[in-house]
C-alpha cells in the first residue's frame, strides 16, 4: 500500500488531517476513459499512483486498481462559508481525442438560398468529323469538340496528348411532325446558275426522206484531186476528217499528232524533226512523247495517251460563308471552272492519280477582322500539311492568304482547305471568284 495511504489511515485514527493531490490530467469520467489514457501513457502507470474516476479514488497496486475513496474521504462535514473567487488558474493541457459520438437527428430543412449568377453557355471550339479529332489531341484543357457526324460532344480532360473524355450526345431524340406552315411569299428569282455539264449523246433519229439527186458535176483533174496519200499536189495540204465528219485539206504543219510508234526508233525514222507542239505516242512506254523545240528532240511526258499527265481542277464559291470566331471551318465551294478527271466532289479533292501534286488556295472576307489572327490551312487525309497565319489590322484585310503547297499524294489520298479566324465575332469569307478560289494540278506521276 502506498505509504501516504497508510499514514492517510494512522492519522485518521488519531484524528489528525493530511492531503493528497491527484494530477489535473488524472481525473478521468470513467474507468474507459482512465484505461485508454495510461494506454496511450504507460510511464505514468506506477504502483501507488492516486487517480479520481467519476466521484470515487483509486490507487494502483500490483497491477490492479484499487478503490480508496474511504480512506481518502470523511464523513461528509458541514457546508462551510462560500470562500472568495480565486484568480483565474493556468490554461490546462489539451486532453486526448474523444470517441466518435453518434450521428445526431436530421436538422431542419434550411431557408431556400438566393438564386446563383447567370452560367456560361456551352462553348464548343471546333466542329468537325470524328476522324478528324486526331488533329487537336494536344490542345489545352477544356477545350471542347463537337463531332458533327455522331452529334456527340468530347472535351479534353487535362493537356494530356489525346486525353478525350467519353462523347456526350447533344442531340435530343427526334420530336413530333410539326404542323404545316402558310404558304410563303414568291421569292425573287435567284441568280443563273452554273452551266451544267455537257449531256449523252440521245438516241438516233428516224432515217430521213431521199434528197433530190444534184447535177453531174465536171470530170476531176489532178490539180483539183487529192492523189492516193490524201496529198493535193497544188497546195501540198493533207485531207483531213474534222470532228463533225466533214473533210478539209490542213497545212501538214498544223496537224500536231504525228500517229501511233512501237518505239522511239520508229518514231525518229518517220519524224527526226518536227515542230512546235506536235506529239505521238509509243507502245514500248505507252506514254505521250512531245517535241522539245530547246533541245530539238522528242522527250517522254511521262503520260499516258487518254489526255496527259494532268488532272486539272479550279473551283469556286457562289455565296459567302459564315465563319465563327476561334473555330476551324472547313471552306466549301459551289462552283467548277473545270475538272478534267472528275477528281474534285463535295468540296474535296481526291487524287486518281500518284505523284507529285500541286494545290493554290486563296480567299478574302466579306468583313475584315479589325484585330486577330486569321490562318489559312491545308488537309491531306485529315492531317494538317501547310498553315499560313496572319495578323489583321484596322488599314489591312487579313484575307486573301494564299497558300501555294505541293506535295506526294497516292491514288485515293483526300484534300481540303480550312479557315480560322480570330477576331471575336463572326466573319464571312467573300464569294468573289477573283480573290476566294482554290485549284490544283498533278505535276509529275510517280
Not at 533541245?295 to 486539272?312: P, Q, Y
Request: overall charge negative.
Amino acid at each position: 500500500m502506498n505509504p501516504l495511504i497508510q499514514s492517510l489511515i494512522n492519522q485518521n485514527s488519531q484524528g489528525a488531517t493530511n492531503v493528497v493531490v491527484v494530477k489535473s490530467s488524472h481525473f478521468f469520467a470513467n474507468a474507459t476513459a482512465r484505461d485508454f489514457y495510461f494506454t496511450a501513457n504507460p510511464t505514468e502507470l506506477v504502483n501507488g499512483i492516486i487517480i479520481s474516476v467519476g466521484v470515487a479514488y483509486e490507487e494502483y497496486e500490483n497491477s490492479a486498481w484499487t478503490d480508496v475513496t474511504a480512506i481518502l474521504k470523511g464523513p461528509k462535514g458541514d457546508k462551510g462559508d462560500v470562500g472568495a473567487i480565486g484568480s483565474q488558474g493556468v490554461q490546462g493541457e489539451q486532453g486526448i481525442q474523444g470517441l466518435q459520438g453518434e450521428t445526431g437527428l436530421q436538422g431542419v430543412q434550411g431557408l431556400q438560398g438566393d438564386q446563383g449568377l447567370q452560367g456560361d453557355g456551352l462553348r464548343i471550339d471546333v466542329q468537325d468529323n470524328i476522324a478528324n479529332r486526331g488533329i487537336y489531341d494536344n490542345e489545352i484543357q477544356g477545350f471542347t469538340f463537337l463531332a458533327q457526324d455522331e452529334g456527340k460532344l468530347y472535351f479534353k480532360k487535362s493537356a494530356t496528348l489525346a486525353d478525350w473524355s467519353i462523347g456526350t450526345s447533344i442531340v435530343g431524340p427526334k420530336g413530333d411532325q410539326g404542323i404545316q406552315g402558310e404558304q410563303g411569299i414568291q421569292g425573287e428569282l435567284g441568280p443563273q446558275g452554273p452551266q451544267g455539264n455537257t449531256g449523252g449523246v440521245g438516241p438516233a433519229g428516224s432515217q430521213g426522206i431521199q434528197g433530190v439527186s444534184g447535177p453531174i458535176g465536171p470530170t476531176a483533174t489532178l490539180e483539183t484531186a487529192s492523189d492516193v496519200d490524201n496529198t493535193n499536189k497544188s497546195t501540198g495540204k493533207i485531207l483531213q476528217v474534222r470532228a463533225d465528219g466533214k473533210h478539209e485539206y490542213t497545212d501538214p504543219t498544223e496537224i500536231h499528232f504525228k500517229g501511233f510508234f512501237a518505239d522511239e526508233a520508229a518514231l525518229l525514222t518517220a519524224y527526226i524533226t518536227a515542230n512546235n507542239g506536235d506529239y505521238a505516242i509509243l507502245g514500248t512506254t505507252d506514254t505521250v512523247w512531245v517535241w522539245d523545240t530547246d533541245t530539238n528532240s522528242w522527250k517522254d511526258s511521262g503520260g499516258s495517251g487518254g489526255g496527259g499527265i494532268e488532272d486539272l481542277f479550279s473551283v469556286y464559291k457562289t455565296s459567302n460563308q459564315n465563319l465563327s470566331h476561334a473555330v476551324y471551318s472547313k471552306v466549301t465551294w459551289q462552283g467548277v471552272d473545270y475538272d478534267t478527271n472528275n477528281c474534285f466532289a463535295l468540296s474535296t479533292y481526291t487524287a486518281k492519280k500518284k505523284g507529285i501534286h500541286q494545290f493554290i488556295f486563296g480567299f478574302s472576307w466579306g468583313s475584315a477582322p479589325n484585330t486577330g489572327a486569321v490562318e489559312s490551312l491545308i488537309y491531306l487525309n485529315g492531317v494538317v500539311k501547310r498553315k499560313i497565319s496572319r495578323r489583321a489590322s484596322s488599314a489591312y484585310n487579313a484575307g486573301a492568304v494564299p497558300i501555294i503547297a505541293e506535295f506526294e499524294m497516292n491514288i485515293g489520298d483526300m484534300v481540303d482547305v480550312y479557315v480560322r479566324q480570330l477576331s471575336g465575332t463572326t466573319k464571312s469569307i467573300n464569294s468573289d471568284r477573283t480573290a476566294t478560289f482554290f485549284s490544283g494540278k498533278v505535276l509529275k506521276l510517280t
